[in-house]
């Protein structure tokens, strides 16, 4: 069974510091990996995608994580946040099927 | 960019009430998704479907849930009788083949 586990679910950071979310999966397959952002008020929104190739995938506005298979882990990073950061962050899974699983969601809130 | 539409924004009900949901999906993507998110957890699957057909509802309380695609476009959630525990953020998702999952903004629901 597909399963996600996000370690921290509340992070604060100030300005310019840097970010690492973690994110580890359980499944069996081929994994397609994933984190969606959700920004307060809006709906949740693609960040970035890993199917295969490069381990270190690059998303919008600065972000990227990179897949280590021996590890299952998928974790997030950012070198520097912005107060327009602060939002909730989910990691996913994709098995067979399109079938999407998601984990608990961290909350980061950025000072400025 | 095209959305993911989702009726109504909000709905307040009473215990032991029906309630339903609309969720209309970008044109084209046949699959669809309906999610639950429950606040400070992640969303969490309810039931796939692909064009008209459920591909898995095993996390949908069948007692009181139901959805239907009959047209394979549009969908609807049903939960006859709601329950306090009900009270949540419905998410409805879409996808075409190998594009990402889009989201709608949901329908939060309370069960008073």
């Known amino acids: 069974a597909q399963s996600v586990s996000q370690h921290n679910h509340h992070v604060i950071l100030s300005e310019a510091a840097s970010l690492e979310l973690g994110c580890n999966y359980s499944?069996?397959?081929?994994?397609?990996l994933f984190w969606y952002v959700q920004y307060p008020g809006q709906h949740l929104q693609l960040l970035l995608k890993y199917f295969s190739g490069d381990p270190l995938v690059k998303g919008i506005k600065g972000f990227e994580a990179e897949f280590i298979k021996s590890k299952f882990s998928f974790n997030l990073r950012k070198p520097s946040v912005q107060w327009s950061d602060t939002a909730e962050y989910f990691c996913a899974v994709m098995g067979g099927t399109y079938k999407y699983i998601f984990g608990t969601g961290t909350r980061l809130k950025v000072l400025a | 960019e095209a959305e993911v539409a989702q009726s109504p924004r909000y709905k307040i009900t009473e215990k032991s009430q029906a309630v339903a949901f609309w969720c209309d999906p970008i044109?084209?993507?046949?699959?669809l998704y309906w999610y639950r998110q429950i606040l400070g957890q992640g969303p969490e699957l309810l039931v796939q479907f692909q064009d008209e057909s459920v591909v898995d509802d095993s996390q949908l309380p069948k007692d009181r849930f139901s959805a239907e695609r009959l047209k394979g476009v549009d969908s609807t959630l049903k939960i006859q009788p709601a329950e306090l525990g009900d009270s949540a953020m419905y998410l409805c998702?879409?996808?075409?083949?190998?594009?990402?999952?889009?989201f709608g903004n949901g329908t939060r629901l309370t069960v008073t």
């Open positions: 499944y069996g397959g081929t994994v397609n």
């Open positions: 044109s084209g993507h046949a699959t």
């Open positions: 998702a879409s996808k075409a083949g190998g594009s990402p999952l889009h």
